[in-house]
C-alpha cells in the first residue's frame, strides 16, 4: 500500500483478555516503531525494530506487552492479560533504517483501544 | 538521554496571525528533527524534516529552523487560518550506529480562532 495501515482501527475488549494489534509498514522500509498515546498524553515509546537487529524494547512498560516482526515487515504487537490502563491509541511508524537514518517517518491512523 | 520539550503547551491565535512553535533537545546528536501535525482522534501527518546538517526547510507557508548547537527549533507557521488548528509534535531521531529511535515532545495545542 501507499502508508503505513493498522488493523483494526477500534477494538474493544474485555478485561484479561489478550489483543493483538497489526502493523503493516511502507514497502522497502525497514525500520518499524510502535508508540502507545493515552488520552491528552505525549507519545509514549514502546519498541522499534531496525531490519534483522535486536529490537528496542525498552519501552514496553510491562512483560504483559510484547511484539514481533515477521520477515522484516508486518509487525504485531500484543497485550496479554489487558487493563483499564491500557485503554489508548497505539500507533505504528516506518521508515528507512540502517544507514538511511536522515529520512522521514511515516505514521499510520493508529489502533484505539479500549478496555472495559 | 535525549529529551524534547515543547512550549507553549497550547496556543490561542486570531486568524491570520503569524507564530512561531518552539522544540528544544538535550542532546545535539541528532540524525534529523521531523515535526509532525495531529488532528484529533487521528494519527500523524509528516510536516517538515530537517536533516542534521540542515539549518531550515520550508513547505508551503510553514517554515522550520534548526540550531542543533543550542538544541532548538522553531515551527514558523504564516498567516495561520482555522484549519491549522491541531496538535503539533516534533520528535528528534537519535541514537547509536543504525539505531535512530524518534524521541517526541509532548507536543503544542494550536487554535485559531476565525
Known amino acids: 500500500g501507499a502508508g503505513v495501515s493498522q488493523s483494526p482501527s477500534n477494538k474493544v475488549t474485555e478485561k484479561g483478555k489478550d489483543v493483538e494489534l497489526r502493523c503493516d509498514p511502507i514497502s522497502g522500509h525497514t525500520a518499524l516503531y510502535w508508540y502507545r498515546q493515552s488520552l491528552g498524553q505525549g507519545l509514549e515509546f514502546l519498541i522499534y525494530f531496525q531490519g534483522n537487529s535486536a529490537p528496542d524494547k525498552s519501552g514496553l512498560p510491562s512483560d504483559r506487552f510484547s511484539a514481533e516482526r515477521t520477515g522484516g515487515s508486518v509487525s504485531t504487537l500484543t497485550i496479554q492479560r489487558t487493563q483499564q490502563e491500557d485503554s489508548a491509541v497505539y500507533l505504528c511508524?516506518?521508515?528507512?533504517?540502517?544507514?538511511?537514518?536522515?529520512?522521514?517517518?511515516?505514521f499510520g491512523q493508529g489502533t484505539r483501544l479500549t478496555v472495559v | 538521554k535525549q529529551e524534547v520539550t515543547q512550549i507553549p503547551a497550547a496556543l490561542s491565535v486570531p486568524e491570520g496571525e503569524n507564530l512561531v512553535l518552539n522544540c528544544s533537545f538535550t542532546d545535539s546528536a541528532i540524525y534529523n528533527l521531523q515535526w509532525f501535525r495531529q488532528d484529533p482522534g487521528k494519527g500523524l501527518t509528516s510536516l517538515l524534516l530537517?536533516?542534521?546538517?540542515?539549518r531550515e526547510q520550508t513547505s508551503g507557508r510553514l517554515n522550520a529552523s534548526l540550531d542543533k548547537s543550542s538544541g532548538r527549533s522553531t515551527l514558523y507557521i504564516a498567516a495561520s487560518q482555522p484549519g491549522d488548528s491541531a496538535t503539533y509534535l516534533c520528535a528528534v531521531r537519535s541514537g547509536s550506529s543504525n539505531t535512530g529511535k524518534l524521541i517526541f515532545g509532548q507536543g503544542t495545542t494550536l487554535q485559531v480562532k476565525p
Open positions: 530537517i536533516q542534521s546538517s540542515q
Open positions: 511508524a516506518s521508515n528507512l533504517g540502517g544507514w538511511q537514518l536522515n529520512t522521514e517517518a511515516f
